[in-house]
């Protein structure tokens, strides 16, 4: 499969955000309070958010376009500076001068995540910057193969957004997206929903135990938003394929190791767009990216997979 995706191109628009580690080892508690003391050996950043699926989506051999906001930050800055590493053009990703720049902090102690802290802003972006989001889709929806909606509740995911998305696209053209549990209203009538099972339950109203709550949770799901296939992840149990309201097809996790879940959604999207951009029908399209995410579920931090890596699984 080496070369299947060069020539898949996915453009991606949601939050970006970046992702902070810090690293260290754990062999005392604090004096001052009942905390793990934390010896720090190194810090990382990634890209996390809609600007991991991307680097998903470029890792994996294919070309992606990341559209967003962010603000005229420091940590701003250091997307931009990776997003060019990547090949990525700057130009899609629009500086809000009132807005922060979402960042995430995790210290890890060991192998377990000790805290996170937030820095960043959940207003709604204006409906100014929507507009320059939606031109910028516009102006490149005759070089890509699909979107991917990335949706993080930091306020670029709007209702004005996805409305907007949806008049600009024809079909064969695929809207794929990935939904917050606070924001599900907006992402109506895409051609597939692509949540989590927390998710998915906290927008039906209710926790997903079984099966039979599964199936629940999907007819709520396809009566609400009309989407036309639904892909609900549920980590160690796979993932929940509805091609339909009343067709579920199981696919079990292949995971060998299941160290850390951060960014396995992005994963999964990420791998989803370009099975279908190069021709594979849904279901195949969703088991290749289970077996991405089992990649990336076993690798500390938020992850990305790469074609070598793919193709091992495969």
Known sequence: MNKIFD?????VVGDIILDRYIWGDVSRISPEAPVPVVD???????LGGAANVVHNIIRLGAKAVLCGVIGPDTTGGKILSKASELGLEIDNILVDPDRSTTLKTRVVGGSQQIVRFDEESREKISDGN???LLD?????????DGIIVSDYNKGVVTALLMSGIRDLIDPPMFVISDPHKDNFKCHKYVNLLAPNKEEAGAFCGFDIKNEKDLKFAAKKIFYKLR???????????GIALF?????MIHIPTVAKDLYDVSGAGDTVVAALSLGLASGMDLEAAVRLANKAAGVVVGKMGTATINIEELNEVL
């Open 7 to 11: 020539n898949v191109k996915i453009l």
């Open 136 to 144: 910028i889709i516009k102006e490149r929806l005759k070089d890509i």
């Open 130 to 132: 929507i507009r320059r």
């Open 243 to 247: 091609e339909d309201e009343n067709k």
């Open 40 to 46: 720090v050996n190194n810090e990382t950043i990634t």
């Open 227 to 237: 989407c036309a296939s639904l892909l609900i992840t549920q980590g160690k149990d």
